[in-house]
């Protein structure tokens, strides 16, 4: 498997958008989402060092699980085994001469939700769906997770917490958007309100090497759209640039 590099062509009017899913950078843009990211002139890091892909053709799977990891831990050819795999297991359940359409990934880099959640299974993690009665459980707080998936019209991307700041890590955006715990409360309930693909990770993920360094964490912060915030919040207190 050879990974795509053509980012998919615009979309030529408002109701096109609407009716066709989101599959590339010049499409999500389209859609009113994104900002010009491009994996191929910029680089997978932004404010204090955080790990962000930028978007590459249609692979925001392969990018989605990186930033949530924080790190390079899989590329196209990991997830394109996987969807091989999977293929191939389907096609025996099926028969072996059952017609799959585009499987479980497309020519265009774009793989779906079974290859996502097979990875990240393999790798330690799990990827639960997040519903309705769930986000209305008053007992239940978002913000006390550590991350999530969330896939709007074909586009994933994923919502990470580093220390008990929340950075939203859509690879379609040149740099990853600040959340406190208000925000992400805010932002994941209507996501499952709209009918977005919303899901939970949970696992025992590494420390980031923000998460061993506050003052990047603070730099992160700032950088990410909090220019007057001048502390990050830890697990147990908060930290300021200059302590």
């Not at 997770?145 to 950075?167: D, M, V, Y």
Request: hydrophobic fraction near 35%; include cysteine.
């Amino acid at each position: 498997l050879k990974p795509p590099f053509q980012t998919c062509a615009r979309l030529g009017s408002d109701s096109a958008v609407a009716a066709m899913p989101i599959v590339g950078l010049s499409n999500y843009q389209a859609a009113g989402e994104g900002d010009g990211a491009s994996g191929e002139k910029q680089p997978p890091w932004g404010p204090g060092g955080i790990y962000h892909e930028k978007q590459i053709g249609a692979l925001c799977a392969v990018h989605c699980v990186n930033n949530m990891l924080q790190g390079p831990l899989f590329d196209y050819a990991d997830f394109g085994d996987v969807a091989a795999e999977l293929d191939r297991k389907e096609r025996a359940l099926l028969g072996g001469a059952a017609d799959l359409d585009y499987g479980n990934a497309r020519a265009d880099g774009f793989f779906n939700v079974q290859v996502i959640n097979t990875t990240l299974s393999r790798a330690g993690y799990s990827m639960e769906p997040m519903t309705g009665d769930q986000i209305k459980n008053t007992k239940y707080d978002i913000a006390k997770e550590t991350a999530f998936i969330l896939n709007k019209r074909e586009h994933w991307f994923s919502i990470r917490r580093l220390g008990r700041e929340w950075f939203d890590l859509n690879s379609c955006l040149k740099t990853p958007r600040h959340y406190n715990d208000s925000d992400v409360r805010f932002h994941i309930s209507d996501a499952v309100k709209e009918g977005y693909s919303v899901f939970v990770v949970r696992g025992d993920f590494p420390r980031s090497a923000l998460e061993e360094d506050h003052k990047k964490l603070v730099e992160a912060v700032q950088g990410c759209g909090r220019p007057d915030q001048g502390y990050s919040l830890f697990a147990g207190s908060g930290q300021t640039l200059s302590s």
